[in-house]
């Protein structure tokens, strides 16, 4: 099978991990299994256009965002492509035209990473699917997110939603270092449509690229540690996923966030990631759970911003918070409501 020419469009997710990701061995297997939910507003649109070469040669591709070419974008994909040539032959036939827009913010300190790489990852199987009619629907979302997850670890787990789990765990039947896999069980309705505030406390470029952060965990102090408690705290949420126990979830997903922060902080080098706002908001949502038995908890990625979780009933009171209490201590007082998604769509 041959093909000339073509495009094809995927809108992809971010996600927010609950049981976090942080350490990896060669060849991207992370150092312990991670479980997310996938966002649903939060999401890159990638158009892949491609058209066949004279001569096979190089890598050839140009990437735009929002319109406008983006060669800072460029060693990333180059990288990613040299990394998926093996699972990819066609790669070199193709001179290809990667155009992409996030639907939040540029560099408001959100990474596009995950949306952005499982968006193209898509984008590529699309093609290899045209040349290869056979491929199942299973293993074409199998294989595409193995892909992502050797442009950026965490991208693997959005191409499904609503809850992801990568990394291999003995409570999970299927799940594997190499791809995500929808988290197989039922979950309590309790975590139906949960809702995540994401407050823009600092909209900077990252300290820390998540690279050089991953690289932090060799030969860490508490390395060892930290990846045997990951584990454990995936077989605890499992129950909590089956019972619906929010006070434990929201012991738990804070517990994982300052965890991953307490890694950045007895690094050599160390870093501190959250801003005096960052603790603000923190407070701020423990004193509103203390007086009012909401269930309303945070999480942090490896930045400043505070991810605000919270059941869909609450909704309208924890609104009403984020927006008396929180919004002030946001950059510019910009926040991004979103909610749990069902994953990577087709346009
Ligand atoms: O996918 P990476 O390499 O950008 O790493 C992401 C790591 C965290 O976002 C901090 C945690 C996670 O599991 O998503």
């Given at each position: 099978n041959s093909i000339d020419e073509g495009s094809f469009t995927w809108s992809s997710p971010s996600n927010i991990a609950l049981v976090k990701y942080w350490g990896k061995k060669e060849?991207?297997?992370?150092e312990n299994p991670s479980i997310s939910f996938t966002l649903d507003n939060c999401k890159t649109t990638t158009t892949l256009s491609f058209l066949k070469k004279v001569n096979r040669g190089d890598f050839s591709f140009d990437v735009l965002l929002d319109g406008e070419q983006k060669d800072d974008f460029k060693p990333k994909i180059e990288t990613f492509f040299k990394r998926v040539e093996a699972y990819l032959p066609?790669?070199?036939?193709y001179h290809f035209k990667i155009e992409t827009s996030n639907t939040f913010p540029h560099s408001?300190?959100?990474?596009?990473s995950a949306s952005g790489m499982s968006a193209l990852a898509l984008c590529l199987m699309s093609i290899e699917k045209e040349l290869?009619?056979?491929?199942?629907k299973d293993d074409f979302i199998k294989k595409a997110s193995f892909l992502a997850r050797l442009g950026s670890?965490?991208?693997?787990?959005?191409?499904?939603?609503d809850l992801v789990i990568w990394g291999s765990h003995?409570?999970?039947?299927?799940?594997?270092?190499?791809f995500g896999l929808k988290y197989p069980y039922k979950v309590h309705?309790?975590?139906?449509d949960y809702q995540d505030t994401i407050l823009l406390v600092d909209k900077g470029e990252?300290?820390?690229?998540s690279t050089v952060g991953h690289n932090?965990?060799?030969?860490?102090?508490?390395a060892q540690e930290r990846f045997k408690q990951a584990n454990e705290n995936l077989s605890d949420l499992v129950s909590i996923l089956k019972n619906g126990d929010l006070n434990k979830f929201v012991a738990l997903v804070e517990s994982e966030a300052l965890t991953l922060h307490a890694m950045m902080m007895t690094?050599?080098?160390?870093?501190?990631?959250?801003k005096p706002n960052t603790l603000e908001i923190i407070n701020k949502i423990w004193n509103f759970r203390k007086d009012t038995g909401s269930r309303v908890c945070f999480t942090l990625d490896a930045g400043a911003n505070v991810h605000v979780l919270y059941p869909e009933n609450e909704t309208a009171d924890v609104m009403e918070f984020i927006k008396n209490?929180?919004?002030?201590?946001?950059q510019n007082g910009q926040y991004i409501c979103d909610q749990i998604g069902l994953g990577a769509k087709k346009m």
């Amino acid at each position: 099978n041959s093909i000339d020419e073509g495009s094809f469009t995927w809108s992809s997710p971010s996600n927010i991990a609950l049981v976090k990701y942080w350490g990896k061995k060669e060849h991207q297997i992370p150092e312990n299994p991670s479980i997310s939910f996938t966002l649903d507003n939060c999401k890159t649109t990638t158009t892949l256009s491609f058209l066949k070469k004279v001569n096979r040669g190089d890598f050839s591709f140009d990437v735009l965002l929002d319109g406008e070419q983006k060669d800072d974008f460029k060693p990333k994909i180059e990288t990613f492509f040299k990394r998926v040539e093996a699972y990819l032959p066609f790669l070199k036939d193709y001179h290809f035209k990667i155009e992409t827009s996030n639907t939040f913010p540029h560099s408001s300190g959100i990474a596009s990473s995950a949306s952005g790489m499982s968006a193209l990852a898509l984008c590529l199987m699309s093609i290899e699917k045209e040349l290869d009619s056979e491929i199942s629907k299973d293993d074409f979302i199998k294989k595409a997110s193995f892909l992502a997850r050797l442009g950026s670890g965490s991208a693997c787990r959005s191409l499904e939603g609503d809850l992801v789990i990568w990394g291999s765990h003995n409570d999970i039947k299927g799940s594997s270092d190499l791809f995500g896999l929808k988290y197989p069980y039922k979950v309590h309705e309790n975590f139906r449509d949960y809702q995540d505030t994401i407050l823009l406390v600092d909209k900077g470029e990252k300290q820390v690229s998540s690279t050089v952060g991953h690289n932090l965990m060799y030969n860490h102090p508490f390395a060892q540690e930290r990846f045997k408690q990951a584990n454990e705290n995936l077989s605890d949420l499992v129950s909590i996923l089956k019972n619906g126990d929010l006070n434990k979830f929201v012991a738990l997903v804070e517990s994982e966030a300052l965890t991953l922060h307490a890694m950045m902080m007895t690094s050599m080098p160390y870093f501190i990631l959250m801003k005096p706002n960052t603790l603000e908001i923190i407070n701020k949502i423990w004193n509103f759970r203390k007086d009012t038995g909401s269930r309303v908890c945070f999480t942090l990625d490896a930045g400043a911003n505070v991810h605000v979780l919270y059941p869909e009933n609450e909704t309208a009171d924890v609104m009403e918070f984020i927006k008396n209490e929180l919004v002030a201590y946001c950059q510019n007082g910009q926040y991004i409501c979103d909610q749990i998604g069902l994953g990577a769509k087709k346009m």
